[in-house]
């Protein structure tokens, strides 16, 4: 199987046109890009904005998230924050409970295992 390599500004830019379309459509600034399979990770390319949910919750697999553009607040139920900047990432573990928070338009990069 031959690799093949993505411009990332590309997947970037479709990703914020995704979003457009659907913020301009009533929905909601959060989207995804499947990205597939990749050695047993699913990787994919999303954007978010404002909080993901009320409460924190519980992740069923751990997770990597990776600040192409933008930045995010990671609130654990105690409500410590961690701050998350374009270029950085962080690992949401299994069965911790998290709430993102995503205070301008963002775009990162999400993998968990295929199973995920």
Known sequence: MQLMVTDVEQLKKKVRKM??????????????????PMNGCRALIAAGFGPLSDQPQAVAYDRLLWILDGRVEIHDPSEEVSHVSQGECAVLAAGKPFRLVFPQLTIYLAVEPATG
Request: charged residues 10%; aromatic residues 0%.
């Open 19 to 36: 979003t457009a379309g659907r913020v301009l459509a009533g929905g909601t600034a959060s989207v995804n890009l499947e990205m597939g």
